[in-house]
């Protein structure tokens, strides 16, 4: 339901033009005068406004003028007689939407009106759209690589010193590396080190969609495209002109899609779902996979002539095991980034602690070491985070292996000594509940929110341990 201002000074006309838009199921208010519509189109949201031309005192031209320079996305449209048409057209001139001449009929006024309506529709959404890529371009314009891509191993050196000499250009580029390893931030920064940095930056992950809905993201979808489509939706393609469109998992794309995004990086053109005008773009393609893409092409699942397209400039990620040197740097960046979201100020780790996040192997990457130091924070007591704050998974893997005919027994809890691994991880689930238990003063929701489960899953442990 929209919202609807009707200026008129003549109450018959006033009322009627009232009477139809709210059989449309849209709120109306009403004013007799230019002044007071005024006045309702300051204090209220409106979506459109409905104003009479010739009036006492503030006139529609003067309506308008006051309306617009309130809100310049306002949509306002002119009733007129057939005498002053000149003057309507002047004030389209001056951004009205529309204008009908007396006498009109209620099937008119509706028409003009729904039109109205999508009209502001759409200025509402652009003006959101350009908003987040305002806000998007402050959040990355404002960082540089250097201070968000944190390592000063030697494969972080060399990423680093790729991105810098390739983002200036307007090549594709193919990001590829486990999961975890940042690889859309590798994308942000060489949006940000380009000449395109002022424009969007869309990402879209591909493996988050099916395939029908995929196409209409990728490509946008013209009104009646399929069941659903009520409206033209524009595509990320088109919302990244003059910008970087960042498609991630783009080995999980369906080969027909295949076809289309290859014709789009080869002429930079296509079509809506559903429509046949060829929308041509400026746009930068930016592709991630975790994916091994060659081998993909060799088992058929992969577009050979789409991979090299991809592969203009491929930059690899390393995984975190392979530069743990950079560990104590990206915790350290880590502990200031998570301050304000933890509420703590922690400003050290014990020597012990950090070496066994050093030994650990890191299979979910730099994603997993930012969710253990997030969790580390929520249990730190005071301003250090010690190896009793760490995950007890993580303190298990880190330990250093056995060597040969040393004795098998596990000591990782106090009397746990030739006990099986199962009940002493049960052991150590019931160690961690008791201790978020306690910190969260015995409050069952903030014991869960802590520990990262659902209440109901709390409640489960919390019977099976006999903890209460």
């Not at 704050?389 to 298990?396: G, I, V």
Request: include cysteine; proline fraction near 6%; charged fraction near 25%.
């Amino acid at each position: 339901m929209a919202a609807v201002l009707v200026i008129d000074d003549n109450d018959t006309i006033r009322d009627g033009v009232a009477a139809v838009v709210q059989r449309l199921g849209h709120k109306v208010y009403t004013a007799a005068d230019g002044r007071r519509g005024v006045e309702q189109f300051a204090a209220r949201h409106i979506d459109f406004t409905i104003t009479d031309l010739k009036m006492e005192g503030l006139d529609g031209i003067g309506v308008l003028k006051e309306v617009l320079a309130r809100d310049q996305q306002a949509v306002v449209m002119v009733i007129t007689a057939y005498g002053t048409v000149e003057t309507a057209v002047e004030a389209m001139k001056l951004g009205a939407f529309d204008f009908i001449t007396k006498p009109f009929t209620p099937d008119v006024l509706r028409a003009k009106t729904e039109q109205a309506l999508e009209v502001a529709r759409l200025r509402r959404q652009q003006a959101r759209l350009e908003q987040e890529n305002r806000l998007l371009r402050d959040q990355v314009l404002g960082q540089s690589p250097e201070q968000e891509m944190v390592g000063r191993s030697p494969p972080m050196q060399q990423v680093l010193a790729t991105i810098r000499k390739v983002a200036p250009s307007d090549s594709t580029v193919l990001i590829s590396g486990a999961s975890g390893t940042g690889k859309e931030l590798v994308a942000r920064a060489l949006h940000s080190l380009s000449r395109r940095a002022r424009g969007p930056f869309i990402p879209v992950n591909c493996a988050a969609l099916a395939e029908t809905l995929l196409e209409s993201e990728l490509f946008g979808h013209e009104k009646g495209a399929f069941t659903g489509a009520g409206r033209r939706k524009l595509g990320r393609f088109e919302l990244a002109d003059g910008g970087t469109i960042f498609l991630d998992e783009v080995s999980e794309i369906p080969p027909p899609l295949q076809v289309k995004l290859l014709r789009v990086l080869q002429e930079r053109e296509f079509e809506r779902v559903g429509g046949e005008q060829t929308i041509s773009v400026d746009t930068r393609v930016i592709a991630a996979t975790n994916q091994d893409l060659q081998a993909r092409v060799a088992a058929g699942r992969f577009r050979q002539d789409l991979f090299y397209r991809l592969h203009i400039v491929p930059i690899q990620l390393p995984p975190l095991r392979e530069r743990r040197q950079d560990i104590p740097l990206l915790v350290e960046h880590f502990l200031g980034k998570l301050a304000r979201r933890t509420g703590k100020n922690i400003t050290a780790v014990e020597p012990a602690a950090l070496q066994m996040l050093q030994d650990y192997p890191w299979p979910g990457n730099v994603r997993e070491l930012e969710n253990v130091v997030e969790q580390a924070m929520v249990f730190a007591e005071g301003d250090t985070i010690r190896t009793g704050d760490l995950p007890s998974a993580l303190c298990q893997r880190a330990a250093p292996e056995q060597a040969p005919g040393a004795d098998p027994g596990l000591s990782v809890l106090p009397g746990s000594e030739g006990l099986p691994l199962p009940q002493i991880l049960e052991q150590l689930e019931r160690r961690l509940i008791l201790q978020a238990y306690q910190k969260a003063n015995r409050v069952k929701t903030e014991t869960a929110r802590l520990l990262g489960i659902k209440p109901s899953a709390l409640y489960y442990k919390l019977e099976k341990y006999e903890i209460d």
